[in-house]
C-alpha cells in the first residue's frame, strides 16, 4: 500500500521574473527591492518525531496482538507502509527541502506526505490501543503526539514563509511598476541672458546728448562801386 502520492507543486515564476526584469532596467531606475524569505527548517523540525516514530514502530509485535487475523495483517501492512515511508520517501524530500529552504513547495511536498503518515500511525495505534500490550500501546500514543506537534510545528513554517514570500511579491511588483513608470517630461531649458555691463544712468544719457554746431556766420557783401 502506498503511504504517498506525490502531486507535483507549481512552482512560483512571477518573483524571479520580477528580479530579472528589475535588473535588466538602467541604473537610473529606482533601487529594487532585495528578497528576504523566511527560510524552512525542515528536517531540525521532524527529525527528533520521525525517530521516536520509527522507534516505536519497530518495536511492535504485532502478531502477539489480541485481535482477529485480518486485524493484525491490516496493521502490519500499515505498519510496513510506515517503516518505508521513513526509509524509501521521506528522506528524499527531506533532502530536496533542505536544499531550498527558502522554497515553500518542497516543504509542502514534506507536509503532504507527513499528513499522510500521521492518518496511517493512527490507525495503527486505535488497533494497539485495544489489541496490543500498554507498552507499545504506550510507544506508539507518545510518538503520534511528537509527530502531531512536529506536523503543526512544519506548517506554521510553511504558513510564515509563504506569507513572508506573498509580502515580497507585493514589494516587487511595486517597485517593478515604479521602475518601468514613463519617464518625467524634460526640464525646460534655461534662457540665457547676455551680461552687457551695467545699464547707463540718466546723467549719462544727458551728457551724451549730441552737441548742436555753431550756427554759420554769414558775410553780406558790400555794394560795390
Same mark, same amino acid.
Request: aromatic residues 4%; positive net charge.
Given at each position: 500500500?502506498?503511504?504517498?502520492?506525490?502531486?507535483?507543486?507549481?512552482?512560483?515564476?512571477?518573483?524571479?521574473?520580477?528580479?530579472?526584469?528589475?535588473?535588466?532596467?538602467?541604473?537610473?531606475?529606482?533601487?529594487?527591492?532585495?528578497?528576504?524569505?523566511?527560510?524552512?527548517?525542515?528536517?531540525?523540525?521532524?527529525?527528533?518525531?520521525?525517530?521516536?516514530?520509527?522507534?516505536?514502530?519497530?518495536?511492535?509485535?504485532?502478531?502477539?496482538?489480541?485481535?482477529?487475523?485480518?486485524?493484525?495483517?491490516?496493521?502490519?501492512?500499515?505498519?510496513?507502509?510506515?517503516?518505508?515511508?521513513?526509509?524509501?520517501?521521506?528522506?528524499?524530500?527531506?533532502?530536496?527541502?533542505?536544499?531550498?529552504?527558502?522554497?515553500?513547495?518542497?516543504?509542502?511536498?514534506?507536509?503532504?506526505?507527513?499528513?499522510?503518515?500521521?492518518? @496511517?500511525? $493512527?490507525?495503527?495505534?486505535?488497533? %494497539?490501543?485495544? +489489541? /496490543? !500490550?500498554? &507498552?507499545?500501546?504506550?510507544?506508539?500514543? *507518545?510518538?503520534?503526539?511528537?509527530?502531531?506537534?512536529?506536523?503543526?510545528?512544519?506548517?506554521?513554517?510553511?504558513?510564515?514563509?509563504?506569507?513572508?514570500?506573498?509580502?515580497?511579491? @507585493?514589494? $516587487?511588483?511595486?517597485?517593478?511598476? %515604479?521602475?518601468? +513608470? /514613463? !519617464?518625467? &517630461?524634460?526640464?525646460?531649458?534655461?534662457? *540665457?541672458?547676455?551680461?552687457?555691463?551695467?545699464?547707463?544712468?540718466?546723467?549719462?544719457?544727458?551728457?551724451?546728448?549730441?552737441?548742436?554746431?555753431?550756427?554759420?556766420?554769414?558775410?553780406?557783401?558790400?555794394?560795390?562801386?
Amino acid at each position: 500500500m502506498s503511504i504517498y502520492s506525490r502531486a507535483r507543486v507549481p512552482a512560483v515564476w512571477l518573483a524571479v521574473l520580477l528580479v530579472s526584469t528589475l535588473r535588466a532596467l538602467p541604473q537610473t531606475a529606482p533601487e529594487a527591492v532585495q528578497p528576504t524569505v523566511a527560510p524552512i527548517k525542515s528536517s531540525a523540525i521532524l527529525q527528533p518525531a520521525l525517530t521516536e516514530v520509527q522507534s516505536a514502530i519497530s518495536g511492535l509485535n504485532i502478531p502477539r496482538w489480541k485481535a482477529p487475523g485480518e486485524v493484525k495483517g491490516e496493521a502490519q501492512q500499515n505498519a510496513a507502509s510506515i517503516q518505508r515511508d521513513l526509509s524509501d520517501t521521506l528522506p528524499g524530500l527531506l533532502t530536496k527541502a533542505d536544499a531550498e529552504p527558502s522554497a515553500v513547495p518542497p516543504a509542502f511536498a514534506v507536509y503532504r506526505n507527513l499528513d499522510a503518515l500521521y492518518d @496511517v500511525m $493512527l490507525r495503527v495505534y486505535g488497533t %494497539a490501543s485495544i +489489541a /496490543a !500490550p500498554q &507498552p507499545e500501546g504506550d510507544s506508539l500514543f *507518545s510518538a503520534l503526539r511528537k509527530l502531531e506537534s512536529a506536523r503543526a510545528q512544519l506548517g506554521d513554517a510553511i504558513l510564515s514563509s509563504s506569507q513572508t514570500n506573498e509580502a515580497q511579491m @507585493v514589494k $516587487l511588483q511595486a517597485a517593478l511598476k %515604479a521602475a518601468t +513608470a /514613463a !519617464p518625467p &517630461p524634460p526640464a525646460p531649458a534655461k534662457t *540665457s541672458v547676455i551680461d552687457d555691463g551695467p545699464t547707463p544712468s540718466s546723467s549719462s544719457k544727458k551728457k551724451r546728448k549730441t552737441a548742436k554746431p555753431p550756427a554759420s556766420s554769414t558775410t553780406t557783401p558790400g555794394p560795390t562801386g
